[in-house]
Nanobody, 126 residues
Framework: QVQLVESGGGLAQAGGSLRLSCAASGRTSSTYAIYAVSWFRQTPGKLRESVAAISWSDGRTYYADSVKGRFTISRDNPKNTMYLQMNSLKREDTAVYYC????????????????WGQGTQVTVSS
């Protein structure tokens, strides 16, 4: 089992920045480096949507069109931690953000990820 814990959410003004962190722990945390990891977000009444993902094998990344050029996903494997740097925030970025991990390959689908964090709220005000 892998446990994921997000942090770094909160309130930001439009145009501002936040950095989310996702720390992995658990019995298999030593193999976190071989997990694809991803950030998703969800607002009330909507499906959880992919924001960004990064593979373990070659560092290949994926970004949703809505965040390209503004968000950056990264990972620090020795620290078992993943990050999402969010710049130029917009009101529409307001959501609960979840990190996810899976031994499989990089994917945009929420169904492809086995492990999930509990979520952290990001609120962007105008």
């Amino acid at each position: 089992q892998v446990q994921l814990v997000e942090s770094g959410g909160g309130l930001a003004q439009a145009g501002g920045s936040l950095r989310l962190s996702c720390a992995a722990s658990g019995r298999t945390s030593s193999t976190y480096a071989i997990y694809a990891v991803s950030w998703f977000r969800q607002t009330p009444g909507k499906l959880r949507e992919s924001v960004a993902a990064i593979s373990w094998s070659d560092g290949r990344t994926y970004y949703a069109d809505s965040v390209k050029g503004r968000f950056t996903i990264s990972r620090d494997n020795p620290k078992n931690t993943m990050y999402l740097q969010m710049n130029s925030l917009k009101r529409e970025d307001t959501a609960v953000y979840y990190c996810a991990a899976d031994p499989g390959g990089i994917s945009r689908s929420r169904l492809a990820y086995r492990y999930w964090g509990q979520g952290t709220q990001v609120t962007v005000s105008s």
